[in-house]
């Protein structure tokens, strides 16, 4: 299938290792032009050229979407370097663990920041000029925890319910000018963030025994959710969460 990228701008966040790399990487290889963000300048550097040994292009900024000023000086670098991101890729490290009595005022203001902030000042900083060329693709990267809330992980729980809440309602504001807002939601995938939660060894095999597929996910694989959600054929598909989670998620909806 022709994903319909070839010569778009993506502007992936999160990009220098885990889902938002092989997001990236993924964009890239359907011959989107991607612009990679995260704080750390030397893993993103050495991101940028692997893409560009792959025969991708890339463009690295340096930056923290947990800040409103990083998020208008990066949108800008982008949109100097590279154009006017069409695709977004809305995605950063998790929150930190805590139990609801266990986080206190600053845990809970840097969280919004973080998980809930960033994805509304990067769809505020993007979203005109994908209205104003009548095509965009917005993609957030959340959790399982949008469907199952997950002991111990209090903030993400908490916050991924609001990014969903956002999106499916940029959705349907958007929905008539050819720009689609959707999230993916991933199960266990392996990735520094997933090694951060489960230390120790015994801990991952028992987790992975109670999921239906009895493995971890890639990151590959919760990319090609990314990349079909990007995509031209995806233009009907708007407002929606799409679970990449070996089957571990039991709900219905
Ligand atoms: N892995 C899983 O099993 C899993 C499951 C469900 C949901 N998720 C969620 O999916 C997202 C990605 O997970 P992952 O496993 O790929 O995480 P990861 O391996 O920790 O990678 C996180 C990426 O985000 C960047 N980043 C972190 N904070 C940032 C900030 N403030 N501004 C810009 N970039 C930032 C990191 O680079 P720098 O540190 O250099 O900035 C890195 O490139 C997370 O929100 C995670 O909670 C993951």
Redesign the pocket.
């Known amino acids: 299938m022709d994903l319909g990228l070839n010569g778009k701008i993506a502007l992936v ?10 997001a990236a990487q993924a964009l890239a290889a359907e011959g989107a032009r991607v612009a990679l ?4 300048g030397d ?2 550097d050495e ?1 940028v050229r692997g893409i560009g040994s792959a025969g991708g292009e890339a463009l690295a900024v340096v ?5 409103a000023d ?1 998020v208008e000086r990066v949108v800008a670098e982008v949109r100097r370097r590279l154009g006017d991101p069409q695709v977004l890729v809305a ?5 930190r663990a805590g139990t609801p009595s266990g986080l206190d005022e600053q845990a809970w203001a840097d969280a919004v920041q ?2 809930l902030m ?1 994805t509304v000042r990067l769809v505020q900083a993007t979203l005109p000029a994908m209205r104003r060329g009548r095509w965009g693709r917005i993609v957030t ?5 949008v469907r199952e809330p997950l002991l111990n992980l209090t903030l ?1 729980n908490a916050l ?1 319910a609001g990014v969903t809440g956002y999106i499916k309602t940029l959705s349907q504001e958007v929905a008539a000018e050819g720009i689609t807002a959707n999230n993916v ?10 090694a ?2 489960f230390a120790d060894a015994a801990a991952e095999r028992a987790l992975v025994e109670t999921i239906p597929a009895k493995r ?2 890639t ?1 590959e694989e ?1 990319a090609a959710a990314v990349a079909f959600l990007a995509s031209e054929p995806a233009a009907y598909v708007t407002g929606q969460t799409l679970l990449v989670d070996g089957g571990i998620v039991k709900s219905l909806m």
């Open positions: 966040t999160g990009a220098s290792k885990g889902i938002g790399l092989a963000v995260a704080r750390s893993a993103l991101a930056g923290d979407v947990s800040r990083e995605n950063a490290g998790g929150p973080l998980t960033s990267i959340t959790s399982l925890s993400s991924r939601a991933p199960g266990y995938t392996a990735t520094a963030r997933l951060e939660l971890l996910g990151p919760i």
